[in-house]
């Protein structure tokens, strides 16, 4: 039985964006996160984006998430490579405002003129 796991930061680093073709002829892209986890004792984490999970988990550089990833190690000529893959990305409540834009004044609609009020000598205004 596999353990869910997440991991929860800022995002702090975008890095460009690779691409290939896999020995099947088959083209692959993969984008790669540098997420800071923050707290007392914060730790940086590269985890990676595949295929259209790049487009459908948009990331920018400031954004809070939590990301369900897996890990996996692979050998290669007798090193090994640990790979953090994610597979899902839940945005924090309150992301910040990446472009803020200046608030737009409002105006001020006029005060309605009270209406004049009849003559004591009993003239009408109109």
Same mark, same amino acid.
């Given at each position: 039985?596999?353990?869910?796991?997440? %991991?929860?930061?800022?995002?702090?680093?975008?890095?460009?964006?690779?691409?290939?073709?896999?020995?099947?002829?088959?083209?692959?892209?993969? &984008?790669?996160?540098?997420?800071?986890?923050?707290?007392?004792?914060?730790?940086?984490?590269?985890?990676?984006?595949?295929?259209?999970?790049?487009?459908?988990?948009?990331?920018?550089?400031?954004?809070?998430?939590?990301?369900?990833?897996? %890990?996996?190690?692979?050998?290669?000529?007798?090193?090994?490579?640990?790979?953090?893959?994610?597979?899902?990305?839940?945005?924090?409540? &309150?992301?910040?405002?990446?472009?803020?834009?200046?608030?737009?004044?409002?105006?001020?609609?006029? &005060?309605?003129?009270?209406?004049? &009020?009849?003559?004591?000598?009993?003239?009408?205004?109109?």
């Amino acid at each position: 039985m596999a353990n869910e796991l997440t %991991i929860s930061g800022r995002i702090v680093s975008v890095l460009p964006l690779q691409t290939g073709t896999s020995k099947s002829g088959h083209s692959w892209q993969k &984008q790669e996160y540098i997420l800071d986890t923050g707290g007392q004792y914060p730790k940086k984490v590269c985890f990676s984006l595949f295929g259209d999970s790049i487009t459908k988990f948009p990331l920018q550089v400031g954004q809070d998430v939590t990301v369900s990833i897996d %890990i996996e190690s692979r050998e290669w000529n007798n090193k090994w490579y640990t790979e953090v893959r994610a597979w899902n990305v839940t945005y924090a409540s &309150q992301q910040p405002q990446l472009q803020a834009q200046p608030p737009v004044a409002q105006p001020v609609p006029p &005060q309605p003129q009270p209406a004049p &009020q009849p003559q004591a000598t009993g003239e009408l205004p109109f």
